[in-house]
């Protein structure tokens, strides 16, 4: 029986050593979650046996157990980096089998989808408006999330606010207006528009005094034409404020043929709210528009809560999906794949689905990594302990074989 009772405890000792020895050797894993050794001791005891005088018969291995403790974050400079802030995993399709991960190691594959090192790609929720800013997805429905890469699509000057102030004081032209002339307009001012095909197009607002105190006539014209696309007459109060524009809505039209390449009628509303007559020096306190001309891909951003933005060379940004998280009520239930990977078990529960930052699940920071949460000294520590351990049921052994070596020769 002692020869057992050490062979168990040398077991013990063993198994200890080899799972400290794993996570010595993952402790520059990405992701990896150390695991402890769990034992407990065995006690055999027949039928109608006295407790108090039973001896026990030794130890064995119960479990090996994840520890789900929180590695620190690395910083890096690749933007496709992902590390989870929190609870959750990332959730991957591997050839159509889904299995999880911490390690957030992505970059993009040749056809634009976001993967790891081990071609598995990684899952999100598709945005349902496309090619915008807007930040509602499909929550229904889980897929690979993929980058753009071609170029974002233009947009038409829809709308053009100009918020200026008119000197009160300036005196009517003595000639009608001629945009070619500048003596027959008081102040001008120009700005950018898009066509709908984005090809940016000069827009000059020029202003001629009336013949009444209040009264004013915006004109629009656009690149080297000679006549306005568009004419609105202002009128003021005694204080100064914009009392009337007309017509309204203040709606310039430049025609197809006009525009000389092929698009689409450009169609805009002047807005003139806030425009004053003050008695100061004529200024241009905003005049901007809503359109802009198309772009190329320059980079990707995704924030704490996985949302996926491409930016573009026009100064605009799209949403291409958001990151999706899955998290497990017992995650020490879960299989153990390698390579950094997981699969969920009946002992893991229910998975729960859901975006970084909601319910319990955690948020992301891009551009970093999760180390692994492996505490070298303490493995150290724990490497001594098993070491003792082996040493001590080694001896445990040795000294039974003494004993029963002279048993056997007592005479």
Same mark, same amino acid.
Do not use: C
């Given at each position: ?28 894993t ?32 119960q ?35 889904t299995?999880?991960t ?10 634009g ?54 000197r ?31 090809t ?18 915006a ?18 109060? $005694?204080?100064?404020?914009? &009392?009337? %524009? #007309?017509?309204?809505?203040?709606? @310039?039209?430049?025609p *197809? /043929? ?73 995650p ?22 859901g ?11 891009? $551009?970093?990594?999760?180390? &692994?949460? %492996? #505490?070298?000294?303490q493995?150290? @520590?724990?490497?001594? *302990? /098993? ?25």
């Amino acid at each position: 029986m002692p020869f057992n009772i050490g062979l168990s405890g040398l077991n013990a000792a063993q198994a200890d050593l080899q799972t400290t020895g794993n996570n010595v050797s993952n402790s520059g894993t990405t992701g990896f979650k150390r695991s402890r050794a769990e034992f407990g001791d065995v006690f055999a005891q027949s039928f109608g046996g006295i407790s108090q005088t039973a001896i026990g018969s030794g130890t064995r291995l119960q479990a090996v157990t994840q520890q789900f403790s929180q590695g620190r974050t690395e910083f890096t400079e690749n933007g496709l980096d992902l590390a989870i802030d929190g609870e959750g995993f990332f959730v991957l399709n591997d050839q159509g089998s889904t299995v999880y991960t911490r390690a957030g190691e992505f970059q993009v594959n040749r056809d634009g989808f976001l993967e790891n090192n081990q071609g598995q790609q990684l899952q999100g929720y598709p945005p349902q408006n496309p090619n915008t800013t807007d930040p509602d997805f499909n929550t229904g429905q889980l897929g690979d999330i993929r980058l753009q890469t071609g170029d974002a699509p233009p947009q038409a000057t829809s709308q053009i606010e100009a918020l200026v102030n008119l000197r009160s004081d300036a005196e009517a032209p003595e000639d009608d207006f001629d945009l070619t002339d500048p003596d027959t307009y008081n102040f001008s001012s120009s700005l950018t528009v898009y066509d709908s095909l984005g090809t940016a197009r000069d827009a000059t607002v020029y202003f001629v005094k009336g013949d009444g105190n209040r009264e004013w006539t915006a004109h629009v014209g656009l690149d080297d034409g000679t006549d306005p696309y568009g004419s609105f007459d202002l009128e003021f109060d $005694g204080s100064g404020a914009l &009392s009337s %524009v #007309d017509p309204e809505p203040a709606q @310039v039209t430049v025609p *197809t /043929a006009a525009l000389g390449n092929g698009a689409e009628p450009l169609v805009f509303e002047m807005d003139f709210d806030g425009t004053t007559q003050y008695g100061g020096d004529f200024s241009v306190n905003d005049l901007n528009q809503d359109g802009f001309a198309s772009g190329r891909l320059t980079g990707v951003d995704i924030d704490s809560s996985g949302v996926v933005f491409a930016r573009f060379t026009n100064g605009q940004s799209s949403v291409l999906g958001q990151v999706a998280m899955a998290n497990f009520r017992n995650p020490q239930g879960l299989e153990q794949l390698g390579n950094n990977n997981w699969a969920e078990t009946f002992a893991a529960g229910d998975r729960q689905l859901g975006a970084p930052g909601t319910s319990n699940l955690g948020t992301i920071q891009a $551009g970093a990594l999760e180390a &692994s949460n %492996v #505490d070298i000294a303490q493995e150290l @520590v724990n490497l001594i *302990t /098993a070491q003792r351990n082996f040493q001590a049921n080694a001896q445990t052994i040795s000294t039974a074989d003494q004993v029963t070596q002279t048993i056997i020769n007592i005479r």
